[in-house]
């Protein structure tokens, strides 16, 4: 990774998998990093075991549920006051809720909607009016999965609110290109997290069956 040095980066969903690893990966090129999680013991343990590891107080943590518009606002301007800066926003909270077509609620289909998708394009929204008003050439990158772009059973409305990330990314590039900001989303396969791990106990060999490599995704792998 580049160097970060003075810059400001802010992850969601990242107590653990993907965006912890991104977390660690940026306070290690010398930003400083606000990280995301619903549950705020997690939030807390995670940055101190990143700060612990590098030697430095570079990572903050924020407890809110990005799906809680007026919570994820104050929390990004908040850490955007801090430092006088936003560089980077990585909105990779999301959740799965497995289900087939026939037998989804209503109740799991707003959830997954309202985390995946409200929660995604108003930290968007947020990043970049942060980073207008400072004039700051930003990065936003969206986290979409591969399941945005091929179907799989039992993941149909995951999948959808995916997709629908990868449209979002689009939309919104062709709004702040003006600004400098560029907005990208990214789409990991079948990565092993203790999420999708807890899941899935057998999420490892189940995907490494039917993967190309012969393997899983790990965090690595992303950051």
């Not at 990004?76 to 809720?97: E, H, P, Q, W, Y």
């Not at 707003?110 to 930290?123: C, E, H, I, K, P």
């Amino acid at each position: 990774m580049e160097r970060f040095d003075h810059q400001a980066v802010f992850v969601t969903g990242a107590g653990a998998g993907i965006g912890f690893a991104l977390c660690k990966a940026f306070a290690e090129a010398g930003a400083h990093v606000g990280l995301n999680d619903l549950d705020a013991g997690l939030a807390a343990r995670a940055s101190a075991a990143i700060n612990a590891g590098i030697g430095r107080e570079a990572v903050h943590p924020y407890a809110f549920d990005v799906a809680n518009v007026e919570a994820m606002q104050s929390g990004m301007r908040d850490f955007c006051a801090r430092f006088d800066r936003l560089d980077v926003l990585i909105a990779n909270a999301g959740i799965t809720n497995y289900g087939g077509f026939l037998e989804y609620t209503p109740e799991a289909f707003a959830r997954v909607m309202q985390v995946n998708l409200t929660g995604s394009y108003f930290s968007a929204q947020t990043a970049a009016h942060l980073m207008i008003e400072r004039r700051i050439p930003g990065r936003i990158v969206l986290m979409s999965s591969i399941t945005g772009i091929q179907a799989f059973l039992n993941l149909g409305a995951y999948g959808i609110t995916k997709a629908g990330i990868r449209m979002m990314a689009r939309s919104i590039a062709l709004e702040l290109g003006q600004y400098g900001i560029t907005v990208n989303a990214i789409s990991p396969g079948a990565t092993l997290t203790e999420r999708t791990l807890a899941d899935d106990p057998g999420f490892e060999e189940n995907w490494a069956s039917v993967t190309p490599t012969g393997r899983a995704g790990y965090v690595e792998d992303i950051t």
